[in-house]
């Protein structure tokens, strides 16, 4: 399950690939808290393994506040309010152990080691196509945030929340043009065919990203832990 990398134990993409399959499952057919929890904890030992402390710290803090405002509005009289933006909270309150998950895929698994890992398991090259850009579209997106920042400051342009019109015309309006001239997709596409994407033959791989037992122990006790939950949920309805 662990791949050591610059002294530093790192999971199987595949593994993280695979929990972040599991969760939604998990959590939208358990019923209770106690099942988000469950995944917030194996979520939060992955971010320990990669040694992330403040984005642990800042995804639990984030998990609090929307706890707090998913009770202010379940308990609101106002029932627009509570069938729009309560729905909106929940949803988006099930899903951050997903997004931590999601978070490691971006920030620490490279491109080559999910490439490298799909083809271990002879995943279609479209849908690796796929699944690489839409991965890689977010630290692209956030580069383009911060070019974005740097302009303004040179032009000594100051943006705040109180000015939402400004907001939408210097930061929004950019990024779509940036996409609506498909500069963006075409980068990343780019980047993604040097790597050999299209090519007939199998890539060789630097990265060692075999599943090993060890991956299948892990993954079979969070099934165990997760079937144990469901079973144990769905008899005491």
Same mark, same amino acid.
């Given at each position: 399950?662990?791949?050591?990398?610059?002294?530093?134990? =790192?999971?199987?993409?595949?593994?993280?690939?695979?929990?972040?399959? *599991?969760?939604?499952?998990?959590?939208?057919?358990?019923?209770?808290? =106690?099942?988000?929890?469950?995944?917030? %904890?194996?979520?939060?030992?992955? %971010? *320990?393994?990669?040694?992330?402390?403040? #984005?642990?710290?800042?995804?639990?803090?984030?998990?609090?506040?929307?706890?707090?405002?998913?009770?202010?509005?379940?308990?609101?009289?106002?029932? %627009?309010?509570?069938? %729009? &933006?309560?729905?909106? +909270?929940?949803? &988006?309150?099930?899903?951050?152990? +997903?997004?931590?998950?999601?978070?490691?895929?971006?920030?620490?698994?490279?491109?080559?080691?999910?490439?490298?890992?799909?083809? #271990?398991?002879?995943?279609?090259? =479209? *849908?690796?196509?796929?699944?690489?850009?839409?991965?890689?579209?977010?630290?692209?997106? =956030?580069?383009?945030?911060?070019?974005?920042?740097?302009?303004?400051?040179?032009?000594?342009?100051?943006?705040?929340?109180? #000015?939402?019109?400004?907001?939408?015309?210097?930061?929004?309006?950019?990024?779509?043009?940036?996409?609506?001239?498909?500069?963006?997709?075409?980068?990343?596409?780019?980047?993604?065919?040097?790597?050999?994407?299209?090519?007939?033959?199998?890539?060789?791989?630097?990265?060692?990203?075999?599943?090993?037992?060890?991956? &299948?122990?892990? *993954?079979?006790? +969070?099934?165990?832990? &997760?079937?144990?939950?469901?079973?144990?949920?769905?008899?005491?309805?």
């Amino acid at each position: 399950i662990f791949i050591w990398e610059d002294n530093m134990i =790192k999971l199987n993409p595949l593994t993280l690939i695979i929990l972040n399959i *599991l969760f939604p499952v998990v959590i939208f057919l358990g019923k209770g808290m =106690k099942y988000e929890i469950i995944c917030m %904890l194996i979520s939060i030992v992955v %971010l *320990l393994i990669y040694k992330r402390y403040l #984005q642990i710290f800042k995804f639990i803090i984030l998990y609090v506040i929307l706890s707090v405002i998913a009770y202010i509005v379940s308990t609101s009289k106002i029932i %627009l309010l509570a069938d %729009l &933006f309560g729905t909106l +909270v929940y949803i &988006f309150l099930r899903m951050i152990p +997903v997004i931590m998950i999601a978070y490691i895929l971006v920030k620490d698994i490279k491109s080559n080691e999910l490439l490298a890992s799909f083809e #271990q398991i002879h995943l279609p090259k =479209k *849908l690796m196509l796929s699944i690489t850009v839409t991965l890689r579209f977010f630290p692209t997106y =956030k580069l383009e945030m911060k070019m974005i920042r740097e302009s303004l400051k040179m032009r000594n342009i100051n943006i705040k929340i109180t #000015q939402p019109l400004k907001y939408l015309e210097y930061w929004i309006v950019p990024v779509l043009m940036r996409m609506n001239l498909k500069t963006i997709l075409l980068e990343m596409t780019a980047t993604a065919m040097t790597k050999g994407i299209e090519s007939p033959i199998r890539r060789t791989s630097f990265y060692n990203v075999r599943m090993r037992s060890i991956d &299948f122990i892990f *993954l079979g006790i +969070v099934l165990i832990i &997760f079937i144990f939950l469901l079973i144990k949920g769905g008899k005491s309805c």
